[in-house]
């Protein structure tokens, strides 16, 4: 295996780089459901609830799950290696979006690519917090997390492009294998992430915690240190995915008691998802949030008992907590307006396809890239002068976006709302950067990748489960998709009030991480 180095300033330049064209296809591949939405809605008979699931909650449920294990396998593996991996299995599985022909085989897909993006993330965060200095983390994150939005420009455009241009040329039916647009749009996004995988996987893996002063001498030995990375994972593994929760406590000695706790929280988990199915509709959306519910209280079992001190430092830092759920309510709003905006311009305002993918992609692309860009040079820039700078980036966030939503939802000019769209993308993207920097300031370099997956883990359910899944149960309750998405700004307050609370206790977590 590869040892560990120093890399040069270049090389990390040109590291930061590739990991960005990776996270470009990451959000490629995730976005490309938005712009599709209304012909696959019409090719396959589902409702505005059941797209809402397969954007958010059968891709994120299961990308927060293999996030925890991924990111401890991150920790202790190659994760450059790792990242590849990822990159070559989801995008396999984006291609096999394109052979769907039900709800059910289509979920399944989207599971798959849920499961292999979760690689990404966790690796990258601790990777870019290995190849860049402190000072520059909430910046070099920021311009990783680009990616985003650069991504899910390329997939409006992309997706709006093929799909019309395809069906267009075939309108008799005469199309190739009898593919579709929309399909073929999911092979056109697929196909890239193999060869790109290959070029990932020469990256060089830097020292562990080599940017900080205080590294641990015992990383040294780089991610090959651990004699059995892959059993770690495994062990990770059986402490979030039901039913082996149960297994994994009685193995690691937790004792009756716990076990006793965790059948508690599994039976109220279960009550609670059987009075929203039954009350809701969609059962698949909420026993899918239930697995991720109780997989996150397993997991956060198994690590009190595994790793006291990262437990410490993970869940019980006040900071991390608020901010955890202030970012979360941020990413609520943020997908389940931004997912669905492209439907909207083509069901309510009668834009094309080809025509809201062309602008609409072009817009997020460039005013994402500058929002989160400018989010996190912001946060890096104003910390010296304000420790808790990035946490009030956050809450600019979420007070921007605000009156250019409900504009861009409420002026009758298609013109204008195009333009509007560029400043709820720039103002809401910025947050992005500092939520992911003050996860990784405030845990040890050995818990970086870990921390980020348990970070993704709460983003990913409160976020990308619950927020287009709402807004479009809300869009079929009421018949209107333009109150439901106004609806979704009320989570922006609450994100207000949380981020508040964590700066509140920053500093003193600060000094209590430099103690140990």
Same mark, same amino acid.
């Given at each position: 295996?590869?040892?560990?180095?120093?890399?040069?300033?270049?090389?990390?330049?040109?590291?930061?780089?590739?990991?960005?064209?990776?996270?470009?296809?990451?959000?490629?591949?995730?976005?490309?459901?938005?712009?599709?939405?209304e012909r696959i809605k019409a090719d396959l008979g589902l409702s505005d609830?059941?797209?809402?699931?397969?954007?958010?909650?059968? %891709?994120?449920?299961?990308?927060?799950?293999?996030?925890?294990?991924?990111?401890?396998?991150?920790?202790?593996?190659?994760?450059?290696?790792?990242?590849?991996?990822?990159?070559?299995?989801?995008?396999?599985?984006?291609?096999?979006?394109?052979?769907?022909?039900?709800?059910?085989?289509?979920?399944?897909?989207?599971?798959?690519?849920?499961?292999?993006?979760?690689?990404?993330?966790?690796?990258?965060?601790?990777?870019?917090?290995?190849?860049?200095?402190?000072?520059?983390?909430?910046?070099?994150?920021?311009?990783?997390?680009?990616?985003?939005?650069?991504?899910?420009?390329?997939?409006?455009?992309?997706?709006?492009?093929?799909?019309?241009?395809?069906?267009?040329?075939?309108?008799?039916?005469?199309?190739?294998?009898?593919?579709?647009?929309?399909?073929?749009?999911?092979?056109?996004?697929?196909?890239?992430?193999?060869?790109?995988?290959?070029?990932?996987?020469?990256?060089?893996?830097?020292?562990?915690?080599?940017?900080?002063?205080?590294?641990?001498?015992?990383?040294?030995?780089?991610?090959?240190?651990?004699?059995?990375?892959?059993?770690?994972?495994?062990?990770?593994?059986?402490?979030?995915?039901?039913?082996?929760?149960?297994?994994?406590?009685?193995?690691?000695?937790?004792?009756?008691?716990?076990?006793?706790?965790?059948?508690?929280?599994?039976?109220?988990?279960?009550?609670?998802?059987?009075?929203?199915?039954?009350?809701?509709?969609?059962?698949?959306?909420?026993?899918?949030?239930?697995?991720?519910?109780?997989?996150?209280?397993?997991?956060?079992?198994?690590?009190?008992?595994?790793?006291?001190?990262?437990?410490?430092?993970?869940?019980?830092?006040?900071?991390?907590?608020?901010?955890?759920?202030?970012?979360?309510?941020?990413?609520?709003?943020?997908?389940?307006?931004?997912?669905?905006?492209?439907?909207?311009?083509?069901?309510?305002?009668?834009?094309?396809?080809?025509?809201?993918?062309l602008i609409l992609g072009g817009t997020a692309a460039a005013a994402g890239?500058?929002?989160?860009?400018?989010?996190?040079?912001?946060?890096?820039?104003?910390?010296?002068?304000?420790?808790?700078?990035?946490?009030?980036?956050?809450?600019?966030?979420?007070?921007?976006?605000?009156?250019?939503?409900?504009?861009?939802?409420?002026?009758?000019?298609?013109?204008?709302? %195009?333009?509007?769209?560029?400043?709820?993308?720039?103002?809401?993207?910025?947050?992005?950067?500092?939520?992911?920097?003050?996860v990784q300031d405030l845990v040890a370099p050995r818990v970086r990748a870990?921390?980020?997956?348990?970070?993704?883990?709460?983003?990913?359910?409160?976020?990308?489960?619950?927020?287009?899944?709402?807004?479009?149960?809300?869009?079929?309750?009421?018949?209107?998709?333009?109150?439901?998405?106004?609806?979704?700004?009320?989570?922006?307050?609450?994100?207000?009030?949380?981020?508040?609370?964590?700066?509140?206790?920053?500093?003193?977590?600060?000094?209590?991480?430099?103690?140990?």
């Amino acid at each position: 295996m590869r040892e560990p180095s120093r890399t040069s300033p270049a090389y990390a330049r040109y590291a930061l780089g590739l990991l960005v064209v990776v996270y470009v296809l990451n959000f490629l591949d995730r976005q490309i459901l938005s712009i599709l939405a209304e012909r696959i809605k019409a090719d396959l008979g589902l409702s505005d609830a059941q797209i809402g699931f397969l954007y958010g909650t059968a %891709f994120a449920v299961f990308y927060a799950l293999f996030g925890i294990p991924l990111g401890r396998l991150a920790d202790l593996w190659v994760r450059t290696r790792l990242i590849a991996l990822g990159l070559g299995f989801w995008s396999l599985m984006t291609a096999s979006s394109a052979f769907a022909r039900n709800f059910l085989q289509l979920s399944a897909a989207r599971i798959g690519v849920g499961v292999g993006e979760a690689s990404a993330n966790p690796a990258a965060y601790a990777l870019l917090s290995d190849y860049f200095p402190p000072a520059r983390r909430a910046t070099v994150l920021a311009i990783y997390s680009s990616g985003i939005y650069i991504g899910a420009g390329l997939g409006l455009f992309i997706g709006g492009l093929i799909a019309e241009r395809w069906d267009a040329a075939f309108v008799a039916g005469a199309a190739p294998f009898g593919l579709r647009g929309w399909q073929v749009a999911f092979l056109a996004v697929g196909a890239p992430g193999v060869p790109l995988a290959l070029w990932v996987s020469t990256l060089r893996e830097p020292r562990r915690g080599q940017s900080e002063e205080h590294a641990d001498a015992r990383l040294a030995g780089g991610a090959d240190a651990h004699p059995h990375p892959f059993r770690e994972f495994v062990r990770e593994l059986r402490a979030v995915l039901p039913p082996f929760t149960l297994v994994h406590l009685a193995l690691i000695g937790a004792g009756w008691g716990a076990i006793a706790r965790n059948l508690i929280a599994a039976g109220a988990i279960a009550a609670a998802t059987w009075m929203a199915a039954a009350t809701l509709g969609t059962p698949p959306q909420w026993i899918a949030l239930g697995i991720g519910a109780y997989a996150a209280v397993s997991w956060s079992q198994a690590l009190a008992r595994r790793d006291p001190l990262a437990f410490d430092m993970i869940v019980r830092t006040p900071t991390l907590r608020y901010a955890a759920l202030g970012f979360a309510l941020l990413a609520f709003a943020s997908y389940g307006i931004g997912f669905w905006v492209p439907p909207y311009f083509v069901r309510t305002r009668g834009v094309s396809a080809a025509q809201a993918g062309l602008i609409l992609g072009g817009t997020a692309a460039a005013a994402g890239w500058l929002g989160v860009t400018l989010g996190g040079i912001t946060a890096d820039r104003w910390r010296p002068s304000n420790p808790r700078a990035r946490l009030h980036v956050g809450v600019i966030a979420a007070l921007a976006p605000l009156p250019f939503v409900i504009w861009m939802l409420t002026t009758e000019s298609n013109q204008l709302a %195009f333009t509007l769209n560029f400043f709820v993308n720039a103002a809401a993207s910025m947050w992005i950067g500092p939520g992911a920097t003050t996860v990784q300031d405030l845990v040890a370099p050995r818990v970086r990748a870990t921390a980020a997956g348990a970070y993704g883990l709460v983003i990913t359910l409160i976020g990308l489960a619950l927020g287009p899944y709402t807004v479009g149960l809300l869009s079929g309750i009421i018949g209107d998709l333009r109150r439901a998405m106004l609806l979704a700004l009320l989570a922006n307050p609450l994100a207000v009030v949380m981020l508040l609370l964590a700066a509140r206790h920053l500093e003193a977590d600060e000094r209590r991480l430099r103690s140990r």
